[in-house]
């Protein structure tokens, strides 16, 4: 209800016991006061009969009139200067058709068919990477064929895998877009270098995007580590020269030694320098000249790491044949010396390639006692290394390595 507000001095005209009845009537309060009952009641009974009004629809905005843009049209095909068009490009243009198959590791075919009425030299570029699921792998170097016009060809390119979880086991793979900016500089330089085997670049490239230690890509025995790592990386462990060559690259491309998780471990040194088919590149590489050698050897003896240091018998029984026919008999013969270096001068008596080890042994078997851990060990030693000798008087290669003995072979 509408509230309706009366001038005071309306009510004081309307209440005739207040006014003076000698004063005279102010005309004007008098109209007012006659009208305005008038309007408050005319508002009064058109707000009784007036019906509200219905809600209004809000008007709809015209539809703007949107237009698409048309469809890009295909990037144009780049042909490089030799030719080719990538891969990647001529797949997505649809001028070849591609199955691709991979190994996880360091092989992948690609199958090509050219529905085209042209030949076309198709190109895949070393850092191309491809997947299968979760294993990832990257063109280790360039490759192209060409493909004749509604024919197919065969691609092979060299690859390595960019993890070491890599399922290693055939598979269908796709191109990917991914890039590897980590390895790019390793794999430009390995196209002017065609003697880096795929073994050793899949080694620098795992050594690049992963930094994995020692322990997860050697072949022989940690020394001290019998617990498995908590990846499997058996597909990837390589052989010490594959390792030292790894590093050697690595280095040549100007990776530091000290930013590499392979280098801390100081077995890697002796191994590669126990091993004769890489002790010239471990010189280089440790930068050990041959005036120097025989150093080397005896401070890895006497003060190299405490569960490598009995490794250097091995090295100076290989080298110093002559040294060690008189040291390590005294040294297996010595009861104060420990267990460990006892039966590596036994051991690596047989590494001395040399027949005059053999009445040495059988000596060692006499004194030592047939049953005792010692005279066994010196017993193996004396027949591997007649087996040895035998390989040579035929003109064989018999190349000793360290942990034959317990191995059972030769």
């Given at each position: 209800?509408?509230?309706?507000?009366?001038?005071?001095?309306?009510?004081?005209?309307?209440?005739?016991s207040f006014?003076?009845?000698?004063?005279?009537?102010?005309?004007?309060?008098?109209?007012?006061?006659?009208?305005?009952?008038?309007v408050?009641l005319?508002?009064?009974?058109?707000?009784?009969?007036t019906?509200?009004?219905?809600?209004t629809?809000?008007?709809?905005?015209p539809?703007a009139?949107?237009?698409?843009?048309?469809?890009a049209?295909?990037?144009?095909?780049?042909?490089?200067?030799?030719?080719?068009?990538?891969?990647?490009?001529?797949?997505?243009?649809?001028?070849?058709?591609?199955?691709l198959?991979?190994?996880?590791?360091?092989?992948?075919t690609?199958?090509?068919?050219?529905?085209?009425?042209?030949?076309?030299?198709?190109?895949?570029?070393?850092?191309?990477?491809?997947?299968?699921?979760?294993?990832?792998?990257?063109?280790?170097r360039?490759?192209?064929?060409?493909?004749?016009?509604?024919?197919?060809?065969?691609?092979?390119?060299?690859?390595?895998?960019?993890?070491?979880?890599?399922?290693?086991?055939?598979?269908?793979?796709?191109?990917?877009?991914?890039?590897?900016?980590?390895?790019?500089?390793?794999?430009?330089?390995?196209?002017?270098?065609?003697?880096?085997?795929?073994?050793?670049?899949q080694?620098?490239?795992?050594?690049?995007?992963?930094?994995?230690?020692?322990?997860?890509?050697?072949?022989?025995?940690?020394?001290?580590?019998?617990?498995?790592g908590?990846?499997?990386?058996?597909a990837?462990?390589?052989?010490?020269?594959?390792?030292?060559?790894?590093?050697?690259?690595?280095?040549?491309?100007?990776?530091?030694?000290?930013?590499?998780?392979?280098?801390?471990?100081?077995?890697l040194?002796?191994?590669?320098?126990?091993?004769?088919?890489?002790?010239?590149?471990?010189?280089?590489?440790?930068?050990?000249?041959?005036?120097?050698?025989?150093?080397?050897?005896?401070?890895?003896?006497?003060?190299?790491?405490?569960?490598?240091?009995?490794y250097?018998?091995?090295?100076?029984?290989?080298?110093?044949?002559?040294?060690?026919?008189?040291?390590?008999?005294?040294?297996?013969?010595?009861?104060?010396?420990?267990?460990?270096?006892?039966?590596?001068?036994?051991q690596?008596?047989a590494?001395?390639?040399?027949?005059?080890a053999?009445?040495?042994?059988?000596?060692?078997?006499?004194?030592?006692?047939?049953?005792?851990?010692?005279?066994?060990?010196?017993?193996?030693?004396?027949?591997?290394?007649?087996?040895?000798?035998?390989?040579?008087?035929?003109?064989l290669p018999?190349?000793?390595f360290?942990?034959?003995?317990?191995?059972?072979?030769?």
């Amino acid at each position: 209800m509408k509230t309706i507000v009366i001038h005071p001095e309306i009510i004081a005209y309307h209440n005739s016991s207040f006014r003076d009845p000698k004063q005279p009537l102010n005309k004007a309060l008098v109209a007012c006061a006659i009208l305005l009952p008038m309007v408050a009641l005319g508002g009064w009974l058109a707000g009784r009969s007036t019906l509200p009004a219905p809600p209004t629809t809000p008007a709809v905005a015209p539809v703007a009139q949107v237009s698409l843009p048309a469809p890009a049209a295909p990037a144009p095909v780049v042909i490089s200067s030799d030719g080719a068009v990538e891969l990647q490009a001529a797949v997505d243009q649809g001028l070849i058709k591609a199955a691709l198959t991979g190994n996880g590791r360091e092989h992948l075919t690609a199958e090509l068919s050219n529905p085209g009425a042209s030949p076309l030299t198709v190109k895949v570029s070393f850092g191309q990477i491809f997947e299968c699921g979760r294993s990832i792998v990257i063109a280790a170097r360039s490759a192209q064929v060409e493909v004749p016009a509604g024919k197919c060809a065969t691609l092979t390119v060299q690859t390595a895998a960019t993890r070491s979880a890599n399922r290693v086991a055939p598979g269908t793979y796709r191109l990917s877009a991914r890039t590897a900016p980590k390895i790019d500089l390793l794999l430009t330089h390995a196209q002017d270098h065609p003697e880096i085997s795929p073994t050793v670049l899949q080694t620098a490239v795992l050594a690049l995007t992963e930094n994995l230690p020692l322990s997860y890509l050697c072949k022989f025995t940690p020394a001290g580590a019998d617990l498995p790592g908590r990846l499997d990386t058996t597909a990837f462990r390589v052989e010490t020269p594959d390792l030292l060559a790894a590093l050697s690259t690595l280095r040549e491309i100007g990776v530091r030694d000290r930013d590499l998780a392979l280098t801390i471990d100081p077995q890697l040194r002796i191994e590669a320098m126990i091993d004769p088919t890489c002790r010239a590149a471990a010189m280089r590489y440790y930068r050990i000249t041959s005036g120097a050698e025989w150093n080397y050897w005896k401070n890895e003896l006497l003060e190299g790491d405490p569960g490598t240091r009995h490794y250097a018998l091995f090295g100076i029984a290989r080298f110093y044949p002559e040294i060690a026919l008189d040291m390590l008999p005294k040294w297996a013969r010595e009861k104060r010396t420990t267990a460990i270096f006892r039966l590596t001068a036994v051991q690596a008596l047989a590494d001395t390639q040399r027949p005059e080890a053999i009445p040495v042994l059988q000596k060692l078997v006499n004194e030592l006692g047939r049953n005792t851990e010692l005279g066994r060990a010196a017993v193996d030693a004396a027949q591997i290394l007649n087996l040895r000798l035998e390989k040579i008087a035929g003109g064989l290669p018999a190349v000793a390595f360290r942990g034959d003995l317990a191995k059972g072979t030769f």
